[in-house]
């Protein structure tokens, strides 16, 4: 009977660790959570929507990074505002938004994850090759540009073939979704904001093999 019990538990926690894991994954993708496309987005259209946290009335604003930082304690989930009321008991008076069923758990993951890696904003300062631009050239394109037939005939495996398509013009028009260009990752989403401003960051301080 013990040990009947004690599988069930040991099993029960392993279906949480793995459930756990399952979700990070999902929030995490590879990269750091990127401020403008996933947690600016679902702030302005759950908080900062007319008559509520436009900074017009006497609520405080949530338009901009500045105006959320305010709310936030850099690599403190529960010591920040912010996460503190979209976790709230929803029948509490602090649960935002009020009279609703709160922010889909996602954005509620994305805004943790990013609280927790520090809440910074999208900076492209010290954009290099090796650690920005070829980490998600291989993350997002490589499979299926590389090896003895690359798709389109577009090898982006190194310094050199990323460089060329770029010079070609086909790779900026590709991630930016741009008419005329095939959009890529194929079939995929969009690159995040961050990870294409890193790239033209790049692109524009003159493609440094760094
Ligand atoms: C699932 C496979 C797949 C992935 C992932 C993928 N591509 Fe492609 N790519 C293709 C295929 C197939 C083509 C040929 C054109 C087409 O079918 O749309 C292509 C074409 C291209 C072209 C030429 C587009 C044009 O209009 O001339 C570029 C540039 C390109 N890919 C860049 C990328 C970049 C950069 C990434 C990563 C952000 C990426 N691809 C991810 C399959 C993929």
């Given at each position: ?30 990269t750091k959570v990127c ?79 990013w609280?927790?890696q520090?809440?910074k ?73 961050c ?16």
């Open positions: 009977m013990r040990k009947t019990s004690a599988l069930a538990v040991m099993l029960f926690l392993g279906f949480l660790l793995a459930s756990c894991e399952h979700e990070s994954e999902q929030v995490n993708g590879t401020f403008p496309s996933e947690v600016l987005p679902p702030i302005k259209s759950n908080c900062a929507m007319s008559g509520c946290h436009t900074g017009s009335g006497e609520l405080l604003a949530l338009n901009t990074y500045n105006d959320i930082l305010k709310i936030v304690t850099p690599g403190k989930p529960s010591k920040s505002k912010l996460h503190d009321v979209l976790t709230a008991n929803p029948n509490s008076e602090k649960f935002m938004p009020p009279n609703s069923s709160g922010l889909a758990k996602k954005y509620i993951d994305y805004i943790s994850l609280i927790l520090g809440a904003d999208l900076d492209t300062s010290n954009v290099t090759f090796a650690a920005n631009v070829q980490p998600i050239i291989d993350t997002y394109c490589r499979s299926c540009h590389s090896g003895a037939e690359p798709s389109g005939g577009i090898n982006l495996i190194d310094y050199t073939s990323i460089k060329e398509c770029v010079e070609s013009g086909r790779l900026l028009g590709s991630i930016e979704h741009l008419t005329d260009y095939s959009p890529m990752p194929k079939n995929k989403d969009k690159l995040c904001d990870n294409i401003a890193e790239i033209i960051k790049w692109i524009n301080n003159g493609m440094p093999n760094n």
